[in-house]
Each structure stands twice: as C-alpha cells, then as structure tokens.
C-alpha cells in the first residue's frame, strides 16, 4: 500500500522552487514510475511536487550540437522526436525500449537521471553525448557533468529543494549510434546488460568512438581509454578484439571480479564487438 | 451447424466492454476487509503468539486463529494434511497463521505488523532429496509423500536388445500460475442462516464440501459461486481464499472481502512441481525404442496439494507418446519446507515432455536419424499398447499431427547460422486418473419458453461456457438466444468436477449432451420439431418436473495397479505436435522463438477459435516455462523480479486441427487445455540444440543459462 502524504502540482518553475524550498522532506515526482514504486515498498516522505504540469520543464531545443531536454519529457516523447532521432540515435533507441508503453508514456528523462540506477537505460546515451545538467533552487543555478552528477547507485548530487531544470547534450552529427540491452525477455525488463556506442568511421578508420556500459559497475561509465585507444585505428578484427578485451579490462578494474561476471564479461565483449563492427 | 465453427465466444462482448464483475471487484456493503498474517520461517514451532497491539489497533474487528475453527482444520483435494491457519508448527515460507479483520483494507494491512509471533526453528527439509532419509519429519508418517511406478514387458531385456542407450538428467524449477487476478472472494450470511462465498475459483462444489467440513456444518448450509474468474492454470484447485473468508463471516456474521495482493499469491500460491529427471532410453539402430527406464523425484513443499496427482501423472506418461514395449518408470514425491507446490497445467507432464522429446533427438543424433523420422516410427497408433498396457482403441492422432508439420520440417532452411528448428510432441491423458470423475449437467425448460443450461463447469477463461453451450445448440437444434445459461452456482447446479485436467469439454461436454438428449426426445414428442413453440409445451406441461433433464457423464477407466500401474488411467488421450523455429544470438544467449507450426488432435474443435486461443496461450505459456520463469523462493516476489513472456517474446503461431473423433466424447470432442502447452518447451529446447548444438538440461534456459553452455562448449 502506498503510504500517506501530501503533494502539489505546480504550474510554474518558479512555484516548484518555492514548494521545494518550503517543505519538509519532500520528493519530485516526474511520472513516478520509480518513485511510487519504493514508495509502496516503504520507502517514506511527507510531500511530493508534482512537476508534470510545467510547460517550460517539457520544452525540446536545439541548434544542431547543442541539444536541450526538458526534464519532465516521457520517454516515449523522446522516442518519437525526430531531432533526437538525427542527432543522438541511442538516446531515442534507449527511449523506445525502456520498460512498457505505459511505462514510456509516464517516465521521464529527468526521473530516469533523478533515480540514478547502475541500470538506468538512458544513462549510457546520456553519457556519449557529454551531458551537462542544469540545476536550480531557490538559491541559484549550477550545472553539473553527467558523470559527476551520479555519486553512487540511486544517488545523485541533487539536494532536496533543487530541480533537474536542463539536460543538456550535444549533438553527435555524422555518428553511427545505437544502443543495445539485454534482458531476460524482449521487453518490459530491468536491463542485465547494456551497451550505448557512437562511432565516425572514415573508410576503414575510426575517427572517433564513443562508448558506455551499462548495468555492470555501480554506475554506468565510459571506457574513456578504450575511446581514446580507437581514435584514428584501423577497423580490422584486431583493433575490435583488442577494444572489447580493453573494455572488460576496464570493468575488472572498477569493481573487481562478480558472480554475474561470468556471464556478463563475455557478453559485453560480444557486444562492443558488434558495435565496433557496425 | 452449431459446431466446429468460428463462433465468437459467448462472454467475448461483456469481457471487451468490461462488464463481468471479477471476484476482485467484488464488495458487499458492511463488509470487513480479512487479511492473512503468514510465516516468515520455512519450519518452527510456534511459542507464542501475541495479538494485543494488532487487536488494539483503529478498525480491527476479530483475529481469527487455528483455535477459532469449529469443524477439521485440515484440507487437500486428495489428503488432507494441509492446515487453514497453522497450528502450533509452521511448516513453510508463507504458511496462513491468523486471519485479521478490519473495517477497511487498510486497517487490516497495517494491523498485520503489530502482530508478534515467537518461533523456536526447526531443521528444514528444503532438498527433496535429503527429505527422503532427514529425522525432520514434515509429518509424522515420514517425509515421502507418495511413490508410483509404471512396469511394462521386462526392462533388462530391453536394454539388452539395443544398440545404443541414450541416458542424461533433466531438471525444472518452480513456476508461479501467475493468473492476471489473484485469489479474491467475498462472503455473507445469507436470510436462510446459511454461509455464501464467492470466490475466483476453478471448482465449486469442492470448495463447498471443504467448506462445510471446516465449520462443522452440513453442505447444504454452505452455498458457493464461481464470481467471473481472471484465470487459473491449476491454481484456484485448492482452497485459496475460501475457507478464511468463510470462518471469518462465521464468526462475525458480516459480508467479508478478501484479496491478495500480487505478492502474496506469489508467496502462497501452490508452483508447478520442480522435477528432477533421471531418463534412459535404449534403442536399436533402424531407430525402434526398446527400453525406457525414468527415475523421477519431486519435491511437493510441506503439503500434499496435487503432488500425488504429478507423482502419478508424469509417472504413467513418462515415455511419450510413444509405443515403448519395456518400461521402468520409478516416481517419488517428497514433503520439504519449500513452497507448496500444486497444480498447474500439464501435472507433471510438460515437465517430462521435456525429457522425453530431449531424449527422442539425442537417440535420433546417436543413430544418424532425422527426428521426424524416429518419432514416425514409435508413435502410438490404433492398437498399441501404452506404458500401462492400455489398449488404444479410438482416436489416436499423434501420427496425423506429425503429418501436419512434416511439410513445413522436410522444407526447414537456416537462413542464418543462428536459427535452429525442433520438434516436440505429447500424448495427454483426459480427466483424472483411474478414478472416477463425472459431471452432472441439467436442463429445464423456463415459463419465457427457453432451455436453460445448469452447470457446475467453471469457466476460468478457457472458453467452456461457449463450449457446451454449442454442445446444447447443436443437439437441439437451438439458436443461441433460446438458451440460457446458469453456472457456477451450488445452488442451481450438480457438481461437474473441476475445470482441470483438460476435462471439461469431454466430461461436461458429455453431460449436457447426455442430458440434451433427453430433452431433445422430449420435445420431439411434444411436437417442438414440428413447429410448436417451446413456450407453449411449458404452458401445457401439467408436472413442471418433467421440464428438466438431467446428464451424466463419467468416463470410462479402470483404476491403475498400485504396483505397476497397469490399467487403464483415462478413456482417451490428446495427441499434438509442435515444430519451433528459434533465433539464438551466441553473443548474448538470447533466444528468440519466431515461429511455431502446432498440430492438435483434439477428437472434434466445437470451437475452433476457442482451440486456437487455448494453443496460442499454450505456447506463451511454453515459452515462459523454456526460457525464463523461475520462480526463486525468498527472491522472486512479484512480476518485478518473476519474468514470464510478454506479446513481445511471442512467436508466429499456425495452428493445425486434427480431428480423429473419440466415440465416447461429444460429437467426438477431447480436451486442448493443457496439451497445448505440454510440448512447447521441449521443441523449444530441440531447436536450441539444433541452432547451437548445445542442450540444456535444466529449464529455464534463460539467457545466462545458455550463454554459460556457449561458453563451456567454447571450452
């Protein structure tokens, strides 16, 4: 049973700040698709601030590089945006497979980056396409690096009377992009595995690739060395075989070996394989 | 023709418009809210039990325990071993202990944490096989529960006859019956100073005779009704809700509602018996078996539930469908402090299709044989002899459900590397097992000249309203607004037995058209047939009792012998055949079913829609039980962390009827229920092997099951 508290809905940024600078223990809901779902398995608070009613937290802009995302937009609102669809491939993918259509139409981005689990389906995209949050309370603004914004499984530097206000990405134009999860059925599963890749190729040359994994560390990361070691390589069965071995080095390193290891390594070597080879 | 066609299910327009209401929706006003507090510990003995917080507390009525029972304390469908509301011990996870009642849901739930119980632990018997030889009795008779075997020709000799022997180990885990609504009912007392429960429940005049023995009162003060049931699958067999929701308006005399929430019908509910499988098959080169020898150990939790039922099931079709002239089959079931585990489609027997399919292509690999083949060649036909030396007289399509699929086998091509096709194929005995289980059915005619249909047949989803109603129709020759019908009603109808073991168009069947008959030469005599109208024989009919009709119908069967099951078990058998095409990426074990060709012996389709719908479910169900449900005691807890198969992970299905009439059914009708789901993981698993050329063993083969044997057989 979901416990007793109150909530509000506001209409404006500025009376979420409020609300979030005046309540006591106090949650942003945006969808609730994680939220009340621990909050039926006990986990309290007292107030929650609905933000789904402000429009300006549901806007989508861009010029090309810089994309801006609206915390309160459903997955399956960045699923079907054809700017996203151009320029950040495995963000719309990640979208379209994240947990069920009703899912997809109550999730949000924001809630998906609030929640901060070693899961989370957008994360990886998120992190190939150099995210930067904006965040803002009564107080004042900040922004904030994806990667510094998680700090640890579902936490996340966000004080209580601050707000996810911009997920801001770039764009990544002439990419090759996709995102791949694995789970124990088709669809509407917590991801096992997941793996999100960006990669410009010049004839038989990677120029630059980007890579993240998901579901295998406490927070989903980028083999910033792999990366680094494919930049202007040739693309042969050789420089792939060496990256993927790289990769599960890099996992090995960041969390030491795991029970689910024995499963997981070969497969995520597989797949960065299978990204790499396009 | 009323039969045989595509006719639209005659609750398809209430469901779609939202209607009918469920047992979860029901409510009475006044009512109390009952919940159960249960057993965290898998096996202890009760010391002490303190209710005063919980009693205290805002809106709690009554807490209701084991000492607050009239009547017996113990129920089961075979033996009664199982407790309502634990007494001094409790035996497993889950295990009912008090019954809070509340004036609202939520007042119940939160009393529910202020109860406090003290357990001293007891040893716990949680491997069936270390139950068998444990000091920890689970009752005080020993821990074996119940042992069968099947002994045909002579075993040895078999084996001595054949050129090669194919003997591997199989396993299966828990499974939850996963209905979409979960045990839900509510009570009342009613102005004749009886007891009324309505419940989602798969049989009702069971429930009603339980019922009457837990509160020491005559049946006839006990009515029960089937409320509109979101599935059962097995598990609305036992007494769910039912007893508690009756002891409960006992004792206050008030409407009660009780209502499980998801994770609580996972914790209680009866699981489809984990199997571990011992299989041996011999057989000589031109592909003719000789011998099977099949070990089989289960493990029933610490209460009986169906568990002879499987222990016995699987036991007696343990060869398949197959003609094998030497048979050992040894099946034991032990009690342990696992979940109790019940009924569920199949009792055992998708379990060892499985491995008897699993078997058939590692013989038909060892001799260099095209699987198809090797199962054309040993199948039952008219006149074989099966395991338990039946005779089979009538009715035995398995080889005409090969010849569906073999057009589609011979002209099979992997498009890619990565897609294998498999075969699996079953027999299923219909009805229960070498006892007798009949159905009554009735009909009358009504003052507003229509034929009422009474039966105690509980529809669960499976379409068996429609069924016999078309059964009706086409005896009489009546229009479907002519007929009306009453079910699930111990008031108003007979018992028909319950809607499992795939019996209720063969057995219910049988009794309306038994009765149906009767009336049908009634009405004839009246002139019904000659154009004088039905509303008119019931203004002349001086003796209203005359306007009823009674049908009866119980299958022909001889009880099985005790020591080698010789007998024979059921009056006739479903025949069927699946061909899979699967899709198996080596990188990440994940298996895809794309395609399934299903052919069904089902004696005559009444419905053919109704038969496609129960073989598509079949294989959703089949595809769950192959490739990912699992229920894990103490980790799976709801649909969160319990996988089963989405219309995402469902295949293509072509469904083929055969129809080699059984003389004894109606209009020469068998049953689909359960064999629709029986062969799917095994061709599933056929296919895996094909694809990979690897096999599992163990089911589920989820995805990290079968990445582990890619990487093994990497080496």
Same mark, same amino acid.
């Given at each position: ?7 509000v809905s506001?209409e404006t940024?500025?009376?979420a700040?409020a609300y979030l600078?005046s309540?006591?223990?106090v949650r942003?809901i945006a969808g609730?698709t ?6 039926k398995?006990?986990?309290?608070c007292?107030?929650v601030v609905?933000?789904?009613n402000i429009e300006e937290l549901r806007l ?9 995302i ?6 399956a609102?960045i699923?079907?945006?054809?700017m996203l669809?151009d ?5 719309s ?8 259509p009703?899912i997809?139409n ?5 809630g998906n980056l609030?929640?901060a689990?070693?899961?989370a389906?957008?994360?990886p995209?998120?992190?190939?396409h150099d995210t930067?949050l904006?965040?803002e309370?009564?107080?004042g603004?900040?922004e904030e690096r994806?990667?510094?914004f998680?700090?640890a ?6 004080k209580?009377h ?5 997920v ?8 090759r &992009?996709?995102y @791949? $999860? /694995? ?10 595995l997941s *793996?999100?890749w960006a990669?410009?190729?010049d004839?038989d040359r990677?120029?630059?690739v ?5 579901s295998?560390?406490p927070m989903?990361?980028?083999p ?6 494919l930049?202007g ?9 060496e990256?993927?071995a790289?990769?599960? &080095?890099?996992? @090995? $390193? /960041?969390?030491?070996?795991r ?5 997981k390594?070969p *497969?995520v070597?597989?797949l960065v394989q299978?990204?790499l080879?396009g | 023709?009323?039969?045989g066609?595509?006719?639209n ?7 779609v418009?939202g ?5 979860e929706?029901?409510?009475a ?12 510990r898998p096996h202890a003995?009760?010391r002490?039990?303190?209710t005063?917080?919980?009693m205290?507390s ?5 807490v ?5 029972i009239?009547g017996e304390?113990l ?5 009664k071993?199982q407790?309502?509301?634990a007494?001094?011990r409790v035996?497993c996870?889950g ?5 809070v009642?509340?004036e609202t849901e939520?007042a119940?739930?939160?009393a529910?944490?202020?109860i406090?119980?003290?357990?001293e632990d007891?040893?716990v018997?949680?491997d069936?096989?270390l139950?068998e030889?444990s000091t ?6 020993g821990n ?5 075997k099947?002994?045909?020709g002579d ?5 001595k006859?054949?050129?090669v022997?194919?003997?591997h180990?199989?396993s299966?885990?828990?499974?939850d019956?996963a ?7 509510v009570?009342y ?15 009702i005049?069971?429930k009603q005779k339980?019922?009457?023995r837990l509160?020491?009162v005559?049946?006839?003060?006990i ?5 509109t ?5 097995g598990?609305?067999l036992?007494?769910t809700v039912?007893g508690?929701i ?5 004792h206050t005399?008030r ?5 499980f929430?998801r994770?609580e ?9 984990p199997?571990y499988i ?5 057989a ?8 099977v020898k099949?070990g ?8 009986a539930?169906?568990g002879?039922?499987?222990c016995?099931r699987a ?11 030497n048979?050992?089959v040894d099946?034991?079931m032990?009690?342990?402090?696992n979940p109790?585990?019940g009924?569920m489609?199949?009792?055992?027997i998708?379990q060892l299709a ?6 058939m292509d590692?013989v038909a690999?060892m001799?260099?044989m095209d699987?198809?083949?090797?199962r054309?060649?040993n199948?039952l ?7 338990t030396?039946q005779?089979?007289q ?5 080889i ?9 086998w011979r002209?099979?091509s992997?498009k890619e590397?990565r897609?294998?096709?498999g ?5 299923y005995g219909?009805?229960n097992?070498?006892v007798s289980?009949p ?8 003052g507003?000249?229509?034929?009422a ?5 509980c ?11 078309q059964?009706?129709?086409e005896?009489l020759g009546l ?10 009603d ?7 037995g ?5 019996r209720q168009t063969?057995?219910s069947g049988?009794?309306?058209?038994d009765?149906?008959l009767k009336m049908?030469q009634y ?6 047939y000659?154009g004088r109208?039905?509303?008119e024989?019931y203004?002349s ?8 009709h009674?049908?009866f ?5 001889t009880p ?5 099951s010789k007998?024979?078990p059921y009056?006739?058998?479903?025949f069927?055949?699946?061909?899979t095409e ?5 990188e990440t074990g ?7 060709y ?7 389709a009444?419905n053919?829609k109704?038969?496609r719908?129960q073989?598509?479910g079949?294989?959703a ?6 490739l990912?449900?699992?229920?894990v005691?103490?980790?799976s807890?709801s ?6 198969p989405?219309?995402?992970?469902m295949p293509d299905v072509?469904?083929f009827v055969v129809e080699?009439?059984?003389p004894?059914g109606?209009?020469?009708?068998k049953?689909v229920?359960?064999?629709a ?5 095994a061709?599933?698993v056929?296919?895996?092997k094909?694809a990979?050329?690897?096999r599992?063993f163990?089911?589920?083969?989820h995805i990290?099951?079968l990445?582990?044997l890619?990487?093994?057989?990497k080496?």
């Amino acid at each position: 049973m979901l416990p007793d508290f109150a909530s509000v809905s506001p209409e404006t940024k500025a009376d979420a700040l409020a609300y979030l600078a005046s309540l006591d223990d106090v949650r942003v809901i945006a969808g609730g698709t994680d939220l009340l779902v621990n909050m039926k398995r006990g986990e309290l608070c007292s107030n929650v601030v609905d933000i789904m009613n402000i429009e300006e937290l549901r806007l989508l802009s861009g010029d090309g590089t810089d994309i801006a995302i609206g915390p309160a937009i459903t997955h399956a609102a960045i699923s079907a945006a054809a700017m996203l669809n151009d320029l950040a491939g495995s963000l719309s993918a990640a979208c379209g497979w994240i947990g069920s259509p009703q899912i997809r139409n109550m999730g949000t981005i924001g809630g998906n980056l609030a929640n901060a689990s070693p899961a989370a389906d957008l994360i990886p995209p998120l992190l190939i396409h150099d995210t930067v949050l904006k965040i803002e309370s009564q107080e004042g603004k900040r922004e904030e690096r994806l990667d510094d914004f998680i700090v640890a499984p579902y936490e996340t530097s966000l004080k209580p009377h601050e707000l996810l206000t911009w997920v801001c990405i770039k764009g990544l134009p002439g990419y090759r &992009e996709g995102y @791949r $999860r /694995i789970a124990r059925r088709a669809a509407w599963a917590i991801s096992r595995l997941s *793996v999100a890749w960006a990669v410009r190729e010049d004839g038989d040359r990677f120029v630059d690739v980007k890579l993240a994994i998901g579901s295998c560390t406490p927070m989903p990361f980028r083999p910033r060395n792999v990366e680094k070691f494919l930049g202007g390589r040739k693309k042969d069965d050789h420089t792939i075989g060496e990256a993927a071995a790289l990769v599960v &080095e890099e996992i @090995r $390193r /960041i969390t030491g070996d795991r029970p689910s290891f024995a499963y997981k390594l070969p *497969v995520v070597k597989g797949l960065v394989q299978k990204a790499l080879r396009g | 023709m009323y039969i045989g066609n595509e006719m639209n299910r005659i609750d398809a327009l209430d469901k779609v418009l939202g209607r009918p209401v469920y047992a979860e929706d029901l409510s009475a006003k006044g009512a109390l809210f009952g919940c159960i507090f249960r057993s965290t510990r898998p096996h202890a003995f009760i010391r002490r039990i303190d209710t005063r917080a919980a009693m205290a507390s805002p809106g709690i009525v009554k807490v209701l325990s084991c000492h607050d029972i009239p009547g017996e304390n113990l129920f089961g469908i075979i033996k009664k071993d199982q407790p309502y509301l634990a007494q001094d011990r409790v035996r497993c996870i889950g295990e009912p202990v008090l019954i809070v009642l509340g004036e609202t849901e939520e007042a119940a739930r939160k009393a529910l944490q202020l109860i406090e119980v003290e357990y001293e632990d007891a040893e716990v018997v949680s491997d069936p096989f270390l139950s068998e030889d444990s000091t920890a009795l689970i009752h005080d008779k020993g821990n074996l529960l119940s042992r069968r075997k099947v002994i045909k020709g002579d075993i040895e000799k078999g084996f001595k006859e054949a050129d090669v022997i194919v003997e591997h180990t199989y396993s299966t885990s828990w499974l939850d019956h996963a209905f979409m609504e979960t045990e839900s009912g509510v009570g009342y007392p009613d102005s004749k100073g009886r007891i009324v429960v309505i419940s989602s429940t798969q049989n009702i005049h069971y429930k009603q005779k339980e019922i009457s023995r837990l509160l020491a009162v005559p049946e006839e003060k006990i009515k029960v009704v089937q409320a509109t049931t979101g599935g059962g699958f097995g598990g609305k067999l036992d007494v769910t809700v039912e007893g508690f929701i009756a002891l409960s308006v006992h004792h206050t005399r008030r409407p009660v509602v009780m209502r499980f929430t998801r994770e609580e019908s996972f914790l209680s509910n009866t699981k489809r018996h984990p199997l571990y499988i011992e299989y041996k098959t011999g057989a000589r080169k031109d592909g003719i078996i000789t011998a099977v020898k099949v070990g089989i150990t289960g493990d029933t939790g610490p209460f009986a539930s169906y568990g002879e039922t499987v222990c016995l099931r699987a036991a007696l079709h343990a060869t398949g469908p197959y003609e094998v002239p030497n048979v050992h089959v040894d099946s034991r079931m032990f009690y342990t402090n696992n979940p109790v585990s019940g009924a569920m489609r199949g009792f055992g027997i998708p379990q060892l299709a499985f491995a008897h399919e699993s078997q058939m292509d590692e013989v038909a690999l060892m001799l260099k044989m095209d699987p198809f083949d090797i199962r054309m060649m040993n199948a039952l036909k008219k006149g074989s002899l099966t395991a338990t030396s039946q005779v089979l007289q009538n009715s035995v399509g398995i080889i005409e459900t090969l010849r569906k699929v073999e057009p589609y086998w011979r002209k099979r091509s992997k498009k890619e590397d990565r897609a294998g096709f498999g075969l699996g194929c079953m027999y299923y005995g219909i009805g229960n097992t070498g006892v007798s289980n009949p159905a009554n059915a009735c009909l009358n005619i009504t003052g507003d000249g229509k034929i009422a249909l009474h039966t105690g047949a509980c529809e669960i989803g499976q379409g068996s309203d429609t069924t016999l109603v078309q059964i009706l129709q086409e005896t009489l020759g009546l229009k479907i607004e002519d007929i009306v019908l009453v079910r699930g009603d111990t008031d108003t109808s007979k018992d028909a037995g319950s809607s499992s073991a795939s019996r209720q168009t063969y057995i219910s069947g049988g009794a309306v058209f038994d009765a149906a008959l009767k009336m049908r030469q009634y009405l004839d005599e009246k002139g019904f047939y000659k154009g004088r109208p039905i509303r008119e024989i019931y203004a002349s009919e001086a003796d209203k009792k005359l306007l009823e009709h009674n049908g009866f119908f119980d299958p022909p069967t001889t009880p099985v012998d005790p020591e080698t099951s010789k007998g024979s078990p059921y009056a006739t058998y479903a025949f069927a055949t699946h061909m899979t095409e699967v899709e198996v990426e080596p990188e990440t074990g994940c298996c895809t079913v794309k395609r399934v060709y299903a052919a069904h012996d089902v004696g005559r389709a009444i419905n053919l829609k109704n038969v496609r719908g129960q073989i598509y479910g079949g294989i959703a169900m089949g595809v769950g039980f192959a490739l990912m449900e699992e229920f894990v005691p103490g980790k799976s807890e709801s649909f969160d962390n319990y996988y089963m198969p989405t219309s995402m992970d469902m295949p293509d299905v072509e469904v083929f009827v055969v129809e080699d009439r059984e003389p004894t059914g109606p209009f020469g009708a068998k049953g689909v229920g359960e064999p629709a789901l029986i062969p799917q993981a095994a061709s599933i698993v056929n296919a895996i092997k094909d694809a990979t050329g690897v096999r599992p063993f163990e089911l589920p083969c989820h995805i990290e099951r079968l990445k582990m044997l890619l990487e093994k057989a990497k080496g």
